[in-house]
């Protein structure tokens, strides 16, 4: 009977560890990164994309060069850039004030399919529309599938470089080819808010592009609908609690609010947290692959 109740015991005690909740889960790393754990002091584990950290474990970062994203249950993340011994639980503890509200099965996406590669991510999921592309060396193609849906706020367009001078000029047009927005950007990619425009919810708008240097030069219109009014208020309910912050928010953050975005089908939206992560820190594999992955799902690759 004692070998039997000792039996359950131990089987209890293996189960209650299978079963335990992580603390945080990986995002991105880039060096070397490991972690401690706290039910096995002698088990060393390389932290990667997905890695899951548990209550009392170590996290060792051996030097300045080593990046650690990581995220906990609620969606808060946070960055580790500097050399240390990091306790999990102090770690937990210092986001506790955090308002996070991300359900899990965004986290799960993030370190699951947002780790594929481009070409996978790509071939698993579809995007309603196509881009027109042009062979014309005088056309810019805007990498955007025609009627795609945007959420007004902040937002990214890519297209291909054409110009020595690299300056653009970028349209919005409403339903009647009136310009609701233009402004001039140097470089290859655009980035604004969209929440400044004169736009109903739910209203239609085309994108063009125009080479500040050579009017010849530009992007037939493409267009794209601005969410619904119960579109707009969902996404934003469900939100990652840093999308709504005005000040500058991490690397980690914004992936975390890029592949939100992604989720839900808001390509342009999702583009440009996606830059800022990979902006902040361009070494980091992860944040390259996210980047990468949705441009070629929008017809870039």
Known sequence: MKTTLTLIAVLLLNYSGIAQQA??????AKGSALSQRANNPDEYVNLKTGTEIFKGDKIIISDSKTYLGIVDNKGNTMELKKAGVYNSDELLKALEMSKGNLAQKY????????????????????V????DRSTDVQQINLFIPNGVETMKGKVAVKWLDVTKSGSYQVELLNMFDEVVLK?????????????KINAE????LKLKVTASDDKNKA???VAFKLS????????KNQAPADASVKVPISAASNFVIGGYYQKQGLYMNALY???????????????????????????MQ
């Open 23 to 28: 603390s945080f889960t990986v995002l991105a």
């Open 107 to 126: 986290i799960d996406y993030l370190v699951k399919d947002m780790t594929k590669e481009s070409e996978a991510a790509a071939h698993n999921m579809s």
């Open 128 to 131: 309603t529309g196509a881009v």
């Open 183 to 195: 402004e001039t950007v140097e470089g290859s990619l655009w980035k604004t808010d969209l929440s």
């Open 201 to 204: 919810a739910g209203e239609p």
């Open 219 to 221: 992007s037939k219109p």
């Open 228 to 235: 619904d009014e119960a579109k707009t208020k969902e996404v």
């Open 273 to 299: 947290y996606f830059s800022k992560a990979k902006e902040a820190e361009p070494e980091v594999e992860t944040y390259n692959k996210a980047y990468n992955g949705l441009l070629y799902m929008m017809g």
